[in-house]
């Protein structure tokens, strides 16, 4: 069975009700399953899900009630283990989330440990699909964790699953599909929604955004700021990775009255010199009645042909799929020339749209790690001479574009323990509008800092890039040293 999931305009709060504006829309695409409704949005983070179920009146005190939601996070209709997860009840908390993997059918990993965002709440009342009060539960999922992206290379954004919801009174326990944790062939489809309704005000006049970054909110130096609480907050963001160039919905319908049907993209590198037919490749799934259906796009003809826009599409009003690694670093310009049948120019309002392309990862690297002023070499052995005994780190993070978002160190050590030991995170208001970062931090910042057992330790840096392809960050960096620590 296939359902579809609606686009959160902002964050649900799982405290508000299911009569709630940010659940809106919801209830016309729910998904009638045993026992009661589910309901689903999604914004570019997160899943959110709520169960109605209409058939449990009982306000149980001391509830049994619990619920499992199963999900094939690498969608190949098998379990596979050691990746697939199932949530349920965290064990006395009706209100927390705990997950596990799936080791085979019908069998389990304990639950895990792992930090999660995940969430849930119980809740008791009416919906817009009974006056009577009743069970309702609700969730919020994110969505890299349950192996989802909204990231135009993935083409088609969905997931399989099956849930099972238990009531003590009234005794019953509901399975949807049937013996869906022992099987996964049959688990139902949840296709995400890329389709956020962003404020005309906001878009270009042709080239309305790139992926969810309406054009308006980027600046003559190719970088994106979004405002706070928008789908997706980026403050003097380059691009890089795979980006959709998306038109202006009202104005593409207005075209295609006039009797436009195919049109040019056109680039040029800087910011001066002529613009040339920039020539790319894509695809899109195009919903036939029962089915989205993969449709290929290219250039022919030095042209590429418009689709009517009353068409659905899995990405509405979509100009271009461009992998942006085929660009140099830097400053790049695009419009858009709109052309009848006949080759007959449609004029357009006047637009250039300048993006930075940054596909470079910051460089990183651990220079040292040092007790007192002995250096340890990787795979060295140290010892700590008492309980306040430690060490100093000396770690570069570097961007030379000017696009460093965020740099950590951190040390792993024994059963699944870590520390964060140092980190920086890009500030407008102290760093303006470019950041490099730095080489040979030193960390801590003063003093040492203490291994807290004696084990073998990794110590790893991380870079992340202040890039996106208009649906979340890309680029990151990582490097690791392992030493081991007497104490």
Known sequence: MFTFSKWAATPIDLSEDLFHESWASAFDAQMAIPGGYMWAK????????????????????????????TFDTDRNRAISPNKDLNYGLFPGNPN???????????????????????????????SPNSDVEHRIWKMRLRLSEIGVSLSPTSWFSYTRFGLRVHSDTPNQTH??????????????TLIFSRKPTISSSLLGPVIGSVGLIPTTRIDTNGRASTDPGYYLVV????????????A???QLAALWTANARKYKVLHR???????????????????????????????????????????????????MGLDTRILSTGLHQFKVEFYTAANVPVSTPPQVL???IDNNVPEVSINSIKHGTSEIGACGIVTMANATDGLVFDYSAFDTEGNLRKYTLGALWGDNKSAAIDSKTYDESVMGSSWVGQHNITAPGSGVW??????????????????????????????HKSITVMK
């Open 269 to 319: 590198s800087g910011t001066s010199g002529s613009f040339q037919p920039l020539e790319s490749g894509w695809k899109n799934y195009r919903w036939n009645g029962t089915d989205y259906v993969l449709q290929s796009f290219s250039m022919h003809a030095g042209f590429y042909y418009m689709v009517n826009p009353a068409v659905d599409y899995s990405i509405d009003d979509l100009l």
């Open 248 to 250: 202006n919905g009202t």
């Open 354 to 356: 300048t993006l930075f």
């Open 96 to 126: 927390k989330l705990g997950k596990q993997f799936y080791l085979g059918p019908g069998s389990w990993s304990g639950i895990s440990h792992d930090e999660s965002k995940a969430s849930c709440r119980i809740d008791f009342g009416t």
């Open 175 to 188: 399975d949807s599909p049937a013996d869906f944790y022992t099987n996964f062939s049959a688990l139902h």
């Open 235 to 246: 403050r003097n963001a380059a691009f890089g990775r795979t980006i959709n160039l998306i």
């Open 450 to 479: 203490v291994p807290p057992d004696q084990c073998a330790y990794t110590f790893e840096a991380w870079v992340h890039a202040r890039t996106t392809n208009g649906y979340g960050w890309v680029g990151s960096n990582r490097v």
């Open 42 to 69: 999604n914004d570019a983070q997160y899943l959110y899900v709520a169960l109605d179920m209409i058939d449990d009146p009982y306000n149980d005190p001391g509830t049994g009630d619990y619920f499992w939601f």
